[in-house]
């Protein structure tokens, strides 16, 4: 006895336009340290991203769906939600707050039909030298969690959580009695 099987396969295929994007980050996306009349502003970086030339048929792309991340040395990625300018009619520009003495990655999110493709930028930006820091206007947090404790009648042991860009600290102490004080670095 033969048997026959009827296979049938119903294929529904939705076409949509989806733009083709050109091959190199380098032609639509700048970063770097913000400039200013006497240098460079070592606590900014400008990003700028020319989405006419993110697709290859000069598209602009809606606000609404780019994202902008920025990744320090800590490892995560962390989405920035300031609002671009718009330079021009094919230039929007970021201007964001980062850690000078950090290396920092940027890459752009764009929305896309059903996902979210990013583009990163190839180099790292930073981190400034010594010298960009201390000409600039740059100045680290105070120390966190200054601790305190007693280790014996005429001394104790002083720690601290360091601050980030932060190369020296100078401690001032003093004695009870005042008769001794002065300043370590």
Request: hydrophobic content about 30%; glycine content about 6%.
């Amino acid at each position: 006895m033969k048997k026959t099987y009827s296979t049938c396969f119903l294929f529904i295929s939705v076409i949509q336009a989806v733009p083709e994007f050109r091959n190199s980050e380098k032609e639509f996306l700048e970063v770097g340290f913000s400039k200013k009349r006497t240098g460079i502003k070592v606590s900014e970086i400008t990003i700028t991203f020319k989405d006419k030339e993110l697709f290859d048929d000069g598209e602009i792309v809606d606000v609404d769906d780019i994202s902008l991340e920025v990744k320090s040395e800590d490892g995560c990625w962390e989405k920035v939600d300031k609002t671009p300018t718009r330079r021009g009619r094919d230039r929007l520009v970021w201007k964001v707050k980062v850690t000078p003495c950090e290396e920092h990655l940027v890459r752009i999110g764009v929305k896309m039909v059903g996902c979210v493709k990013y583009f990163q930028h190839p180099r790292t930006i930073g981190p400034a030298t010594a010298d960009q820091i201390s000409n600039s206007k740059f100045r680290p947090k105070q120390p966190e969690y200054l601790s305190v404790h007693n280790i014996c009648n005429d001394s104790v042991d002083v720690s601290w959580t360091p601050s980030p860009c932060a190369e020296s600290y100078e401690l001032w102490y003093e004695s009870h009695d005042g008769d001794d004080s002065g300043n370590m670095t």
